[in-house]
């Protein structure tokens, strides 16, 4: 009787490592990311938050970059840093727009990248950029939303950018 339970206790407990394997491998099975594109009505600057999944970066950096990338590496904030620099970017009449790089942090596994604008802009008619992980994860969808209400035509949207689609246009609402 006790090989009995002892065989059942096996079988129960192997279930159960199957499931949580299973349920930990389908929890990661979208890709996305989110910017926010906002004009700071005082500044008139653009101001970028990025959102996405810190272990997504850091994996791609790490195959990017051929190192063991964590966050206990020396240079991790000037890689990231450098990542979304070079994968994310505004132009305007060809003309690239100058970011601040503020920083970021990462918050339950999240990744959130702020920069800003050096100068007054608007953000009808911008040129958009974003391959953030794209490269790394053929799944992975970015959504850039935006909204400037600082002028009188007031612009709002969002933008989806993924393997196919690496540059749009913000588009005026009228």
């Given at each position: 009787?006790?090989?009995f ?13 199957l499931?949580?394997?299973a ?7 979208y890709?996305?990311g989110?910017?926010?594109?906002t004009i700071?009505?005082t500044s ?6 990025h959102?996405?999944?810190a272990?997504d970066i ?5 195959e990017e970059?051929?190192?063991?990338f ?7 904030d000037?890689?990231v ?7 994310f ?15 970021f942090?990462v918050?339950?596994?999240l990744l959130?990248?702020y ?5 007054e802009?608007?953000l009808?008619?911008?040129v958009v950029?974003?391959?953030i992980?794209?490269d790394t ?8 939303n935006?909204?400037?209400?600082s002028?009188i035509?007031k612009?709002?949207?969002?933008l989806?950018?993924d393997l196919s689609s690496r540059v749009?246009v913000?588009m005026?609402?009228?």
């Amino acid at each position: 009787m006790c090989a009995f339970f002892n065989s059942l206790l096996n079988k129960i407990l192997l279930s159960v490592l199957l499931v949580g394997v299973a349920a930990s491998a389908a929890a990661h099975t979208y890709f996305f990311g989110v910017t926010d594109l906002t004009i700071n009505k005082t500044s008139k600057h653009i101001e970028v938050i990025h959102q996405f999944t810190a272990h997504d970066i850091e994996n791609t950096i790490a195959e990017e970059e051929q190192v063991n990338f964590s966050p206990e590496h020396p240079q991790y904030d000037k890689l990231v840093q450098n990542y979304i620099e070079k994968h994310f970017s505004l132009q305007r009449d060809n003309k690239q727009i100058q970011m601040i790089w503020i920083g970021f942090e990462v918050r339950r596994g999240l990744l959130f990248a702020y920069q800003e604008s050096m100068a007054e802009n608007f953000l009808a008619n911008l040129v958009v950029k974003n391959t953030i992980l794209v490269d790394t994860y053929a799944k992975q969808v970015n959504t850039v939303n935006y909204q400037d209400f600082s002028s009188i035509d007031k612009v709002q949207g969002s933008l989806t950018f993924d393997l196919s689609s690496r540059v749009a246009v913000v588009m005026t609402n009228k």
